[in-house]
């Protein structure tokens, strides 16, 4: 499981995914460990000529599947005790090489024999899926708590945590984004975004993350609100000028008078300069997250005043 702040050189050590075990360490490296992340076990023999095959291929696929499943390796000839008694309890551990998969301290799947490796893929794919994200939800969460408290370094450290037990979440890659746009780093943000996995390019974590890089250019040219309020007050149809204050409030952090001023302009003239109104709602919106009361709201007001 991803402890915050790790490395991600630590993340993936392959002294902590695969071990060898014994009759005294079996409970807790196999039955215990398998509650956090599921553990291959491979029974294997120094006379057994498949054993010395399959092995290297487990140990690459393991290594390849990032933390997401561990392998221990259990010589039978050293520990024959311990092999005849998960024996009596059902496994079949009359031929070797055995794979047994283990999750939540029990056998959930096995194969024998060598496979290709094409089979040995599949069946830790299947196996990972078993065992859950291994704690990444909660470390995403626990960096987006750390963007909204201000810690946008330590955020940033956490997110290319995440990203080097899984490269293609989504949700880490935006955040990894956002954090650099918190700490005023726009180019670096920029560099992430186009780094980003294909898989991954369109989705909604990463239309936000681009969302937010151009309300932050945005923001670098934003005048000041008191002379914009006073122009949009002298003029409430200077559109320009209204346009303007509403970047500026965004900028200054004040999101929901920013989304009021753009929906008072959309009221006004929603053709304006290509629809400039409408468009830069639709940035804010998707700058926020989903649920986000403003945004809500915000989507709400329009479409009201679109299909009125």
């Known amino acids: 499981m991803l402890e915050l702040g790790q490395n991600t050189d630590t993340a993936a050590n392959t002294a902590d995914l695969i071990k060898d075990v014994t009759e005294e360490t079996f409970v807790a490296d196999v039955m215990e460990a398998s509650k956090e992340v599921p553990v291959i076990v491979d029974f294997w023999a120094p006379w057994?000529?498949?054993?010395?095959?399959?092995?290297?291929?487990?140990?690459?696929?393991?290594?390849?599947?990032?933390?997401?499943?561990?392998?221990?390796?259990?010589?039978?000839?050293?520990?024959?005790?311990?092999?005849?008694?998960?024996?009596?309890?059902?496994?079949?551990?009359?031929?070797?090489?055995?794979?047994?998969?283990?999750?939540?301290?029990?056998?959930?799947?096995?194969?024998?024999?060598?496979?290709?490796?094409?089979?040995?893929?599949?069946?830790?794919?299947?196996?990972?899926?078993?065992?859950?994200?291994?704690?990444?939800?909660?470390?995403?969460?626990?960096?987006?708590?750390?963007?909204?408290?201000?810690?946008?370094?330590?955020?940033?450290?956490?997110?290319?945590?995440?990203?080097?037990?899984?490269?293609?979440?989504?949700?880490?890659?935006?955040?990894?984004?956002?954090?650099?746009?918190?700490?005023?780093?726009?180019?670096?943000?920029?560099?992430?975004?186009?780094?980003?996995?294909?898989?991954i390019s369109e989705t909604p974590e990463l239309e936000a993350a681009h969302a937010q890089i151009q309300l932050a250019r945005q923001a670098e040219n934003a005048g000041p609100v008191d002379e914009l309020k006073a122009r949009t007050e002298a003029d409430p149809d200077d559109h320009q000028a209204r346009l303007d204050l509403a970047k500026a409030l965004y900028a200054k952090g004040d999101v929901e008078s920013a989304v009021d001023e753009l929906l008072e302009l959309f009221r006004r003239d929603r053709d304006w300069n290509d629809a400039a109104a409408k468009t830069q709602l639709f940035t804010i919106f998707e700058a926020l997250k989903p649920q986000d009361p403003i945004a809500l709201n915000g989507r709400r007001k329009l479409s009201s005043m679109i299909f009125a």
Request: aromatic content about 4%; some cysteine; charged content about 20%.
């Open 48 to 199: 057994c000529g498949p054993c010395k095959t399959l092995g290297p291929m487990l140990e690459t696929a393991v290594t390849q599947a990032r933390g997401k499943v561990r392998m221990a390796k259990l010589n039978v000839d050293e520990n024959q005790r311990l092999a005849a008694t998960l024996a009596q309890q059902g496994l079949p551990l009359q031929s070797i090489p055995t794979v047994v998969a283990f999750v939540d301290g029990r056998p959930v799947d096995m194969f024998q024999g060598a496979v290709p490796q094409s089979e040995i893929a599949a069946f830790i794919d299947r196996i990972a899926g078993m065992g859950g994200d291994g704690g990444l939800a909660e470390a995403i969460e626990a960096a987006e708590q750390m963007l909204t408290d201000g810690a946008a370094t330590d955020a940033a450290q956490t997110f290319a945590a995440i990203l080097g037990e899984e490269p293609e979440n989504a949700a880490a890659y935006g955040g990894m984004v956002r954090a650099h746009v918190a700490m005023g780093e726009l180019e670096q943000a920029e560099a992430v975004l186009n780094g980003a996995p294909a898989a």
